[in-house]
């Protein structure tokens, strides 16, 4: 088994990573660095970020035959330009799920995505791979599950196997956190990286 390590502060993400990567072969720990202040460009896509997270934390990386990965996320408002996007973690903090509230108030173009871009290293290349979901800023918020902006955004259906997955109008905080996993930006770009991994191909090389 080869090992993963997976740069990040979130236990809720590791526990992902294992979930879908530990059955190709990966063993999935997590990797946190005392003192080790990663900084993040100044930019608006998510791909320059994972991948500045990414070197970054190379030279952490216990043991060069080993594997890293770093991934981030955002919510993007399709009325805002993708506003908060990359700043999704600053702007929770400060403003909040009301604060996105308010800045639609009255608004009825309410599209916005969930995404995340999952980057991975491995004998020395670099695979990136992005996930979306599609959904609408609900007009207040609802829920007690999840976290971040879970309780104003509702997905919208999809079709899995012919099948369609709705949450009913409800949000990502008010549904259980299997069916919230079906719609997951985070999951979808996890199992993108599976598809690359196992075809051997590299989006793009280091
Ligand atoms: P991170 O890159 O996973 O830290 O995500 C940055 C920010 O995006 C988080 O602080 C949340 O505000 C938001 N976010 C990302 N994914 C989700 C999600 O699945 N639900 C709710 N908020 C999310």
Known sequence: MRTLWFMTGNVGKVREAKHALEPLGYNVRQLTVDGLEIVEP????????????????????????????VEDAGLF????????????????ETLGCDGIL????????????????AAFLLDGKIHVSRGVCRGVIASSASGEDGFGFDPIFVPDNIEIDGKTTTTNG?????????????????????????????????????
């Open 42 to 69: 100044q930019c608006d896509d998510l791909e320059i970020v994972a991948r500045s997270k990414l070197e970054q934390a190379r030279p952490y990386l216990p043991n060069p035959n080993d594997a890293l990965m």
């Open 77 to 92: 408002i399709d009325k805002s330009n993708g506003f908060p996007g990359v700043y999704s973690a600053y702007v929770l």
């Open 102 to 117: 308010n800045l639609l108030e009255g608004e009825n173009e309410r599209g916005a995505q969930f995404e995340a871009v």
């Open 170 to 206: 409800l949000t990502f905080a008010d549904v259980d956190m299997r069916l919230k996993e079906q719609f997951s930006h985070r999951r979808k770009a996890l199992d993108g990286l599976i598809k690359l991994l196992s075809s051997s191909e590299t989006a793009s090389s280091s």
